[in-house]
């Protein structure tokens, strides 16, 4: 199978080249977690597949690394947006020039990616959607107000005074499986730091930590401002760069940020 490998501040993916055709039947699920393996595979926090639906629209299509499949993911569709342009699969007849805007199709509903200068993406998220309201959690004996927040995905936002001392090795895993979360959930500590500027870290579901989580730096930013914390925009300091949202009320969120083709290859299909 050839591939290219994608990455979206260190949110890293793999995605076949057009042509390629990826068996989604029984053996799916272990196939992804061979293929996002990192000792014997290609290693990455997911694969993502984009399927032409005609014109500037397009199916994307996201497994997580441990062979599940998420509805939405925002690093994602970033990447998929540059991979769109950079193979050509966004020229349209009687289109000059394209208008390096697509439709991306997923499980959640309809993105909407613009490519911009200086390598930048800026994604129409959608609308934050209403989830469980505000919960009480607990992890190894430690308890925790969280704000959830669906992106298409659900996320459970907590705010701290010194995020960078915590575990989130070892709360992460348990606040994903909380019972409140019957389908698991992405979790996000975030303390707010400036007028503009948040600083975030994420344990997403069906990967762990990640360096980046589109989706949850939306979920945050909403998270925030549900909770009088920030005003229509900030930046959104990740472990792996920064996000720049917005969002101002009943309407949808916005997202930019970078993303990049870090090599080519083929694989032996797994």
């Known amino acids: 199978m050839k591939f290219s490998k994608w990455t979206g501040l260190g949110n890293d993916f793999i995605l076949p080249e057009p042509g390629e055709d990826f068996d989604l039947g029984d053996g799916t699920a272990e196939r992804v977690m061979r293929l996002c393996d990192r000792r014997f595979g290609i290693g990455g926090d997911g694969v993502v597949l984009v399927r032409p639906l005609g014109g500037l629209d397009f199916e994307m299509r996201i497994f997580n690394a441990d062979g599940s499949e998420a509805a939405m993911c925002g690093n994602a569709t970033r990447c998929v947006a540059k991979f769109i342009h950079d193979r050509g699969l966004d020229k349209v007849a009687g289109m000059e020039p394209p208008s390096h805007e697509y439709n991306l199709h997923t499980l959640s509903g309809v993105v909407r990616p613009k490519l911009l200068e200086g390598g930048l993406v800026r994604v129409d998220m959608g609308l934050p959607r209403e989830f469980l309201g505000n919960v009480a959690l607990e992890a190894c004996g430690n308890k925790f107000d969280a704000v959830t927040v669906s992106m298409g995905n659900p996320h459970a936002v907590i705010f701290v005074d010194d995020i960078e001392n915590v575990p989130l090795e070892k709360w992460g895993p348990v606040l994903e499986h909380d019972a409140q979360f019957p389908d698991r959930c992405n979790i996000e ?44 925009e900030a930046d959104i300091v990740l472990d792996g760069g920064v996000l720049h949202d917005s969002h101002v009320d009943g309407e949808s969120v916005f997202m930019t940020g970078p993303a990049q083709e870090v090599f080519r290859g083929c694989i032996l299909s797994p």
Do not use: D, H, N
Request: glycine share 16%; charged share 25%.
């Open 189 to 232: 500590f975030a303390e707010v730091r400036a007028p503009g500027e948040i600083r975030m870290r994420v344990w997403e579901r069906g990967c762990g930590i990640t360096l980046a989580c589109g989706t949850g730096s939306c979920a945050t930013l909403v998270a925030a401002q549900k909770t009088g914390r920030i005003g229509k």
